[in-house]
């Protein structure tokens, strides 16, 4: 007895201290949830629980968090006022802290940005920081659709030292005095007169009238990257490519949930009919786990976010996944564990096939069969032009 508790005991002290931490913080989520949160997210990373579980739990709790926007969020998450929590820069992966604070800064002395050529000007920040900013989101006042926000950053001159620093330079359709013809013949101007005809135009590739036939249609329009109303034809993201973008760049979506895109386009789709002919849904939410008795199978999918196997539990292995809804936890004996390994550590999204218990409050789920959830093509299906892939690839896992 002693040597076992020689690998997994505590002192009386540190046992005490532990307890009145836990009483604080209890005490604290429950009537300030809104501090509570914001004090838990600004010390990432920490602890078992990522920001986005942290979030979805205090918007359970009433709390209203405002996104992450370049005209207010700072670098940590702030207290607008009770219950408001406005989104911090630190949560954009791979955003420093100096440049975050350059941002802030010159918000603070000169107000607020007038548009992307401002905000590049003014704070003189790299592309590939301000096309992180864009990415997540954080430039929606200044250009409410993020493609066409990255659109726009690829066609500004970045060159500090350019006179069109921060402006989209002038077109360099003009060629340069210093150019050569690219082929033999010249005719006595210079001009390559296989080229081009005698009144000087591209002979090739312009129409009579001097509009370029191959791309163009006659009202002078690109015909095959603008739309009717002259704006860059650049598609919509759909639902599932807006949470990737926003999972990858931050880890959490204020707008949307994986699990819960999912059980509207297609587990919601697959309830199973009772004998009374009702429809009964397939697939639980972590939710509704407390509302079903001891012992009933169910099967759930949810987005893995931790996974514990602790050396004094035998080779259990204990997981907790997320949906729309909440937590819910798994408990994976060893023989199960053993055929499933490889699937808990690769796949982001997990569908779980077991036994409710459900004793006393205290729910979770013995495991009977866990499998990578395989996302239907129906949801995969890309807007056209979109370069975005379908796994959630994050941080925290």
Known sequence: MIEGFSQYGFPESHAASFALLTYISCWLKHHHPDVFTVALVNSQPMGFYPPRQLISDAERHGVRFHPLDVQHSEWDYTLIRSGHVRVGLRSVDGLGEAEARQLVQERQLRGKFRDIEDLVRRTRLQKKVLTKLATA???????????????ALQGLDFNQQSFFYGTEPLGDAAPSLASKPLSGASAPDGRDQNAFAPDG???????PDGRDQQHFAPDGRDQQHFAPDGRESIPPETEWEQVVREFRTKGFSLTNHPIGILRRQVLNQRALRARDGSLVPQYHTAEGLSQIRNGATVRLVGLRSLLQKPPTAKGVCFVSLEDETGIFNAIIMPDVYEKIRLVLYSANILEVYGVLQNYQGVVHVKAKEVRAFELPPSVLQLSPGANLGANLTQSES
């Not at 989101?137 to 659109?151: E, I």
């Not at 135009?201 to 129409?207: K, S, V, Y």
């Open 137 to 151: 989101g954080a430039l929606f006042q200044l250009s409410s659709d993020p493609r066409q926000t990255l659109f």
């Open 201 to 207: 135009r591209d002979q090739q590739h312009f129409a």
